[in-house]
């Protein structure tokens, strides 16, 4: 089952683990960075199709992202 509380503390962590802002990693996905911060607080949440491409540029797998496992490799 979706957990959004995990999908947005792991998009945060995802995200300052790369060393990335807010604003940084809107531009990466052509959002405003008011944008990724609602989706890091669960204001929002990105389309299925951008949680899949969010899931495919921080190299992890999409259960993972969207809280459904603990494991974060893809393939495993």
């Known amino acids: ?8 503390e792991r998009l945060k962590f995802l995200r300052t683990s790369q060393g990335l802002t807010l604003e940084q990693l ?3 996905f052509s ?4 944008t990724v911060s609602r989706w890091e607080t669960g204001d929002r949440l990105p389309p299925l ?5 969010l899931a495919e540029y921080f ?11 603990e494991n974060h490799k893809i393939n495993e």
């Open 59 to 69: 190299n992890v797998s999409t259960d993972y992202l969207l809280g459904r496992s």
């Open 31 to 34: 959002v405003t960075k008011q």
């Open 1 to 8: 089952m979706f957990n959004k509380n995990l999908f947005c």
């Open 49 to 53: 199709n951008v949680a899949y491409e």
């Open 26 to 28: 809107g531009t990466v």
